[in-house]
């Protein structure tokens, strides 16, 4: 046994044990099957940190046989892979039936640190594909590994992913492209389409027994509430009126808020046309195929709202309508809270004070004017020089409207005199606020690049590690750190996948 197994209680690949409690659910929630067999599959990447969440030994990634069990070549015993079934509002038009159209649920790991939905996105066909193939590109599955362990590493919920495995099998999208299977981890990938598929067809039964499974597994604390499922909903506004407080704070945009890609459990899920905010606009839009920005920065806390008032839509069956609206009334006040909160630490300000709302709007629309770049203003604003005010330079070169930049630091200068910090105490609680490094697009880019042109994925090793400290200095990484350069100006991210 070797050091790592004994640590950490570390087991093998056949010693991991499985359970699969949606496989108990009753059969009109999903489709039992097989993945397709992928060709020749390689390791492109391991996540260790995911493996510990299931204590998995870190050395198994070593074997030949891990790359066939995360593309579902082989199943291990306790396996009982299945494709879900859902609905959703795609870009405000209801669409009667989705799924897993390219996703397989191989069950749920049970470990030392709870249990862990293991989860195949690329493993072949399914009842869901509609036109679609069943399979990933190992260049959106690159996509997807990255920022979801960097939002994780950021504080923010999120699936997370355990490995990429690739194959030189050709997927045709845009271009040809190769396939990869994505192994995504969550302690559910429950979402709100899964309760407005059975409510479209008045399957009541199955709403409740849905909103059942999700209270006794995952919030056994409503189980004896007077009204469990409405606080089933209201847990849920709660925690996407957090989350997306979180995304606007870090200036995470997510692309494709569609309610199939909403989780229950208020975890950034579906990773697809995503972006990180570099160049400060408001109303910026990653997707590139959303024309009409629906899904454009500004609007996503609107969306988050307008998706809960789907899902509060389709627990009807179970709740009762005022109730709910009462609930859903309580939306907009948590995500301000949520929100203020996370912009105060951003600020370094310690207390409340009637000036902060316009200290935030001025700045954004300082941010906003001259296309600033956002990680790096906030994290510059750390070692603000109260006594410079307008004379900080690191923080006025990234403003074209120098007047404009004296008038806001000197209401920042004035703001922080409101109360007892220093720049000395407040700097180390701003930089834990303010990350230095984010998964800038470009960044992602090169990686893939590198991985897809050159079969070289030490560029997605070194992102990952990069990113699981986004709140360090890390002196030798700076320039990770830096705006976009000029070639990856254009770099334009759709919805294919
Ligand atoms: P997404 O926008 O990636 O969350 O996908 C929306 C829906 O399309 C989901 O039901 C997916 O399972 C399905 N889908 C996306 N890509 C594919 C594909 N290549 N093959 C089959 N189904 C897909
Ligand atoms: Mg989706």
Same mark, same amino acid.
């Given at each position: 046994?070797?050091?790592?197994?004994?640590?950490?209680?570390?087991?093998?690949?056949?010693?991991?044990?499985?359970?699969?409690?949606?496989?108990?659910?009753?059969?009109?929630?999903?489709?039992? &099957? #097989?993945?397709?067999?992928?060709?020749?599959?390689?390791?492109?990447?391991?996540?260790?940190?995911? +493996?510990?969440?299931?204590?998995?030994?870190?050395?198994?990634?070593?074997?030949?046989?891990? +790359?066939?069990?995360?593309?579902?070549?082989?199943? &291990?015993?306790?396996?009982?892979?299945? +494709?879900?079934?859902?609905?959703?509002?795609?870009?405000?038009?209801?669409?009667?039936?989705?799924?897993?159209?390219?996703?397989?649920?191989?069950?749920?790991? @049970?470990?030392?640190?709870?249990?862990?939905?293991?989860?195949?996105?690329?493993?072949?066909?399914?009842?869901?594909?509609?036109?679609?193939?069943?399979?990933?590109?190992?260049?959106?599955?690159?996509?997807?590994?990255?920022?979801?362990?960097?939002?994780?590493?950021?504080?923010?919920?999120? @699936?997370?992913?355990?490995?990429?495995?690739?194959?030189?099998?050709?997927?045709?999208?845009?271009?040809?492209?190769?396939?990869?299977?994505?192994?995504?981890?969550?302690?559910?990938?429950?979402?709100?389409?899964?309760?407005?598929?059975?409510?479209?067809?008045?399957?009541?039964?199955?709403?409740?027994?849905?909103?059942?499974?999700?209270?006794? *597994?995952?919030?056994?604390?409503?189980?004896?509430?007077?009204?469990?499922?409405?606080?089933?909903?209201?847990?849920?506004?709660?925690?996407?009126?957090?989350?997306?407080?979180?995304?606007?704070?870090?200036?995470?945009?997510?692309?494709?808020?569609?309610?199939?890609?909403?989780?229950?459990?208020?975890?950034?899920?579906?990773?697809?046309?995503?972006?990180?905010?570099?160049?400060?606009?408001?109303?910026?839009?990653?997707?590139?195929?959303?024309?009409?920005?629906?899904?454009?920065?500004?609007? *996503?806390?609107?969306?988050?709202?307008?998706?809960?008032?789907?899902?509060?839509?389709?627990?009807?069956?179970?709740?009762?309508?005022?109730?709910?609206? #009462?609930?859903?009334?309580?939306?907009?006040?948590?995500?301000?809270?949520?929100?203020?909160?996370?912009?105060?630490?951003?600020?370094?300000?310690?207390?409340?004070?009637?000036?902060?709302?316009?200290?935030?709007?001025?700045?954004?629309?300082?941010?906003?004017?001259?296309?600033?770049?956002?990680?790096?203003?906030?994290?510059?604003?750390?070692?603000?020089?109260?006594?410079?005010?307008?004379?900080?330079?690191?923080?006025?070169?990234?403003?074209?409207?120098?007047?404009?930049?004296?008038?806001?630091?000197?209401?920042?200068?004035?703001?922080?005199? &409101?109360?007892?910090? @220093?720049?000395?105490?407040?700097?180390?609680?701003?930089?834990?606020?303010?990350?230095?490094?984010?998964?800038?697009?470009?960044?992602?880019?090169?990686?893939?690049?590198?991985?897809?042109?050159?079969?070289?994925?030490?560029?997605?090793?070194?992102?990952?590690?990069?990113?699981?400290?986004?709140?360090?200095?890390?002196?030798?990484?700076?320039?990770?750190?830096?705006?976009?350069? *000029?070639?990856?100006?254009?770099?334009?991210?759709?919805?294919?996948?």
């Amino acid at each position: 046994m070797n050091i790592a197994r004994a640590e950490l209680g570390a087991v093998k690949l056949e010693e991991l044990r499985f359970d699969n409690r949606y496989g108990r659910l009753p059969p009109a929630f999903y489709s039992r &099957l #097989s993945p397709t067999p992928l060709p020749n599959p390689y390791l492109v990447a391991f996540n260790p940190a995911a +493996a510990d969440l299931i204590g998995l030994d870190r050395e198994e990634a070593e074997r030949a046989e891990f +790359a066939e069990i995360f593309c579902g070549n082989r199943l &291990l015993p306790g396996f009982d892979p299945l +494709a879900a079934v859902y609905a959703g509002h795609q870009f405000g038009v209801f669409v009667p039936q989705l799924g897993d159209g390219r996703a397989i649920l191989l069950g749920e790991a @049970t470990g030392a640190l709870g249990r862990w939905d293991l989860q195949l996105k690329g493993a072949g066909k399914t009842p869901y594909s509609r036109m679609g193939d069943g399979r990933a590109v190992l260049r959106s599955s690159i996509r997807e590994y990255l920022a979801s362990e960097a939002m994780h590493a950021l504080g923010i919920p999120t @699936t997370r992913a355990l490995a990429i495995v690739g194959s030189d099998q050709a997927v045709i999208r845009e271009s040809i492209e190769s396939a990869a299977v994505l192994t995504r981890m969550a302690p559910s990938h429950v979402r709100f389409g899964s309760f407005e598929l059975f409510s479209s067809r008045r399957q009541h039964e199955h709403v409740r027994t849905l909103a059942d499974y999700v209270i006794d *597994q995952h919030c056994p604390q409503l189980r004896d509430a007077r009204d469990p499922c409405l606080e089933l909903l209201r847990e849920v506004i709660g925690r996407t009126a957090k989350l997306v407080a979180q995304w606007q704070a870090v200036g995470f945009c997510h692309g494709v808020m569609n309610t199939d890609n909403m989780s229950i459990l208020g975890l950034t899920i579906d990773y697809g046309p995503y972006g990180f905010m570099e160049g400060f606009d408001r109303g910026h839009i990653c997707n590139h195929s959303d024309d009409g920005g629906r899904y454009a920065y500004n609007m *996503q806390p609107r969306i988050a709202h307008w998706n809960l008032y789907c899902l509060a839509q389709a627990l009807l069956p179970l709740i009762d309508a005022e109730e709910a609206e #009462s609930a859903l009334g309580e939306y907009e006040e948590q995500f301000e809270q949520h929100y203020s909160a996370f912009m105060r630490a951003k600020f370094g300000l310690a207390t409340e004070q009637a000036g902060d709302v316009a200290l935030l709007q001025d700045t954004l629309k300082l941010l906003h004017d001259s296309r600033a770049d956002y990680t790096t203003f906030f994290r510059r604003l750390g070692n603000f020089d109260s006594a410079a005010g307008a004379d900080n330079a690191p923080l006025r070169d990234l403003f074209v409207d120098r007047d404009a930049f004296a008038a806001w630091a000197e209401g920042y200068r004035a703001r922080l005199a &409101l109360e007892a910090s @220093t720049d000395n105490e407040r700097r180390p609680r701003m930089d834990r606020a303010n990350p230095k490094y984010v998964l800038r697009n470009y960044l992602a880019e090169t990686a893939i690049r590198k991985a897809v042109d050159e079969r070289d994925y030490s560029e997605i090793a070194r992102l990952m590690r990069l990113l699981a400290y986004p709140y360090d200095e890390q002196p030798t990484m700076q320039a990770y750190a830096a705006p976009a350069p *000029q070639w990856a100006s254009a770099l334009a991210v759709s919805c294919s996948s």
